[in-house]
């Protein structure tokens, strides 16, 4: 998957213009000041934060910088806390970077305590450490002093001794430098820092620092890095039972959070304890758990029963909308939960899915949790057929992406009422891709076409309309090809692309739906089996790993030491190795070579080092490796069973 960089925007698309804003006219700011003003250029993907990080990456010290340097003097805090905000993102790459140092220095003085604190992060981000470490010792504002520390202990880079930190004034800063004196203290020094650690702990009834990356989550990155699983766990269990008072419960939890995206065994270890809490803890502390319950599809499991006891009854309680601006902290929590069941596959977050949908609420995720209900049975599926058409007929691009995601996930029979629906969008997006001039298909034609071909014979009011794509041209015409003959049953379109097509560039396009399709219509020929045999073995990549079952049924044992040879490099990747394995699972006894790999995969005491988007995110993925690893493997050792070319999904 794409790693996500610090400081950059994941998620944004290329500007139109090369300047970070428009000019203002008489009446109305730039764009990246009005950008700046509503809060909103710090929301990965909009078109101000994307431009102004174009223009700062082109000339750092040019207008956008100057523009956002004079918004830190703004009359309102929000905006002077926004401005500071963005320019400590834009740091990343290019530190040292002189330009907003005097504007943060300035601005550590400010009346506003959450603008100090953005000072004090830019301050150290810009490079002038020393200048951060002189502010520490004179400035006297607790939030200042705690926020120049954090940032000075926190930013690679910084280079600053931790033995003054634990011996300063403050028990927030002294608990910061233990912790970050902890991650590569010797084992003799550990017992001291350790009781020191418990002692700030236990003193505290907050912490500042908990704004930015909490303290639980520094202790268990620190007890991380020393090897110190079972200390963690007992360390863990200890605060959440309250022996250093309310807020070292609080980091218990937080610690807890951590060692379950550090350590597969504590899920199961420590998701005991912190159940226990839910009854009777305080709505902070409940969310806090709630949030790590539900981090973890292990800890999900535990503790489904006492999930589904939080979540409030659909029939009585309106559904709100869990997400977007003003949202309802209850009805966000109520959502975290309901996902956290559904993608479990556990029923009983049905009625709060379907009330959400009653209510026309799409929050993130929501495809996700509908996917885990069908796998249950738990899903309507007149009701999102219904839903799926709504979707279909708007404007919005994210809601045509649920629609089409639901069909995918239904039957055939049950995505039928939709076919004219998509038909009308197939032409909408055609229309709209000509009228660009587009030069090569867009994902929604594309996704409208595989749709239409999934759902099959019922989608046969399509084929006119399909035929006039699958000409060679922007349309890609594999996709109308599979679509048409997934419709029709003729293999003709599809036999005429595989023959046809061009050669492999640089990278290798997956055509493993094509030849698993003329594989269960009739096999392949000599020359398509040639073709795919190429294909799957030629070069590393998405056909390699998605074509090797397709491979597997066509030849059978005789290719069975060529696919050991490569597919054991995928086992440990969370998008090509659950495909992976699916194929090691069909092969049976003749995949038993890889079962030293899958072990290995299992054996793992932490977590694969993976990137899906956030450390929750790479928590679940590795969980869902180890599932599909474990069930491969079931399946290797298990009863033997009838395999070779027949075999087949």
């Not at 991650?183 to 003799?188: D, G, H, I």
């Amino acid at each position: 998957m794409t790693t996500r960089t610090p400081g950059q925007d994941p998620a944004s698309t290329p500007s139109t213009d090369a300047t970070a804003s428009t000019p203002p006219g008489p009446d109305r700011p730039s764009d990246l000041t009005a950008a700046v003003l509503d809060g909103s250029v710090l929301t990965p993907g909009t078109p101000a934060r994307t431009a102004v990080f174009e223009a700062v990456g082109a000339d750092p010290d040019g207008p956008a910088t100057r523009e956002l340097l004079s918004l830190t003097r703004h009359m309102s805090p929000a905006v002077r806390r926004t401005a500071l905000t963005l320019l400590g993102e834009l740091t990343y790459g290019r530190t040292p970077w002189p330009a907003p140092a005097p504007a943060a220095a300035a601005a550590l003085h400010d009346p506003d305590p959450d603008v100090r604190r953005a000072a004090a992060t830019l301050l150290v981000r810009t490079g002038a450490a020393d200048r951060a470490r002189t502010a520490l010792g004179e400035l006297t504002d607790p939030a200042t002093r705690i926020a120049l520390a954090d940032a000075l202990l926190g930013t690679p880079g910084a280079a600053c001794p931790t033995g003054p930190f634990r011996t300063d004034p403050l028990p927030e800063i002294r608990l910061l430098g233990c912790l970050e004196e902890l991650a590569t203290a010797p084992r003799e020094r550990r017992p001291e820092l350790d009781a020191q650690i418990l002692t700030e702990v236990t003193a505290l009834t907050a912490h500042d620092a908990d704004r930015g990356y909490s303290i639980g989550a520094r202790w268990g990155r620190a007890l991380r890095r020393q090897e110190r699983e079972p200390d963690c766990y007992a360390t863990a269990t200890r605060l959440l039972a309250g022996e250093a008072g309310a807020y070292g419960r609080r980091v218990g939890v937080q610690l807890a959070h951590r060692a379950f995206q550090e350590w597969r065994a504590a899920p199961g270890t420590l998701a005991p304890h912190l159940v226990r809490l839910l009854p009777t803890a305080p709505p902070g502390l409940r969310t806090l758990v709630v949030h790590a319950l539900c981090a973890s599809r292990t800890a999900t499991r535990r503790s489904s029963a006492a999930l589904a006891a939080l979540l409030p009854d659909p029939t009585t309680a309106p559904a709100a909308h869990p997400s977007g601006p003003g949202a309802d902290p209850s009805a966000a929590l109520t959502w975290e939960i309901t996902y956290a069941l559904a993608t479990i596959d556990d029923p009983r977050a049905a009625p709060h899915v379907h009330a959400l949908l009653t209510a026309g609420a799409r929050p993130p995720g929501m495809l996700a949790a509908l996917r885990g209900l069908l796998r249950a049975g738990a899903a309507d599926t007149s009701q999102l057929a219904a839903y799926a058409r709504e979707l279909l007929r708007t404007e919005d691009h994210d809601a045509r992406s649920l629609a089409l995601g639901i069909l995918d996930a239904l039957d055939p029979a049950a995505a039928a009422v939709c076919v004219p629906d998509l038909l009308t969008a197939l032409r909408a997006a055609c229309e709209a891709a000509e009228a660009r001039g587009a030069t090569l298909a867009s994902w929604p034609e594309l996704s409208l076409v595989g749709t239409l071909g999934r759902i099959g014979p019922p989608a046969a009011a399509a084929v006119p309309l399909l035929t006039t794509l699958t000409r060679d041209s922007r349309r890609r015409p594999g996709h109308g090809a599979l679509a048409l003959a997934r419709i029709t049953g003729d293999r003709a379109p599809v036999e005429a692309y595989v023959r046809t097509r061009r050669p492999e560039g640089r990278r290798t396009a997956d055509h493993s739906a094509l030849f698993r399709w003329l594989l269960d219509h009739g096999g392949l020929d000599r020359e398509q089996s040639a073709q795919l045999r190429a294909a799957v073995l030629g070069r590393p990549g998405v056909m390699q790993v998605r074509g090797s079952l397709v491979l597997w049924r066509n030849e059978g044992p005789p290719v069975a030491a060529e696919l050991l040879a490569v597919l054991p490099a995928y086992l440990d990747d969370d998008l090509y190795g659950p495909v992976a394995m699916t194929t090691l699972a069909a092969m049976g006894p003749h995949a038993r070579p890889a079962l030293p790999h899958l072990r290995a995969l299992i054996d793992r005491r932490t977590r694969l080092p993976l990137y899906a988007g956030s450390a929750d995110a790479d928590l679940r993925a590795d969980e869902q490796l180890l599932e599909a690893a474990e069930r491969t493997v079931a399946a290797l050792t298990g009863p033997t069973g009838p395999t070779g070319p027949t075999d087949g999904p």
